[in-house]
């Protein structure tokens, strides 16, 4: 097989794979515009994402809990100003605003983290949290979350070379594979 052959054929991988997570991401959203609707609620971005984190939350409804109060999350907390979309790891610290280190949690465990990572906040449980229960109610979350309940997760994300780091590294990606496809 010769070399433009096999960059089509890598081409056409990474398109189908953006493809797909558009597709995705697409779905998401039009769900949460449909709740949103049945709800009478505004269409807007933040809704929208609450609406998408609280499904992440727990495949059971009734078992959507604020990850650090255990506290259940019900759809009327939800839209009410008691739930708050909350950076895992400080946004201040990392400028990562993905939806990878979003969850919701009750406002006054919002304030209660404050500008730590959880395990800096709520390791060695503070009054009115335990740390274990904490920690188990992380695993229901995708592993791109769970990991940023771990003790070293500031540290092991400023290995990784942090959020500017991952940023540039993509760029170059997309710039080698624009350069290949242009070549061709």
Not at 112 to 139: C, L, M, T, V
Request: neutral net charge; aromatic residues 10%; proline residues 4%.
């Amino acid at each position: 097989m010769d070399i433009v052959k096999k960059q089509d054929i890598l081409l056409n991988t990474v398109k189908r794979e953006l493809e797909k997570n558009q597709r995705k991401n697409l779905e998401r959203n039009e769900s949460a515009r449909k709740e949103l609707e049945a709800f009478k609620l505004l269409d807007n971005r933040d809704n929208r994402q609450k609406y998408q984190l609280w499904l992440e939350l727990s495949s059971d409804p009734t078992e959507r809990r604020c990850p650090f109060t255990g506290n259940v999350i019900s759809v009327s907390d939800l839209y009410s100003d008691k739930v708050e979309i909350e950076h895992l790891l400080p946004y201040s610290a990392t400028l990562d605003d993905s939806m990878a280190n979003k969850t919701l949690c009750f406002r006054e465990a919002n304030r209660e983290k404050g500008n730590r990572s959880p395990h800096e906040a709520f390791g060695n449980s503070p009054k009115g949290y335990d740390w274990e229960e904490i920690w188990a109610r992380a695993q229901n979350l995708p592993g791109n979350k769970r990991w940023r309940f771990l003790p070293g997760a500031m540290k092991k994300f400023d290995e990784e070379g942090g959020f500017l780091e991952r940023q540039l590294n993509d760029t170059r990606y997309i710039s080698r594979y624009t350069k290949e496809y242009l070549e061709t």
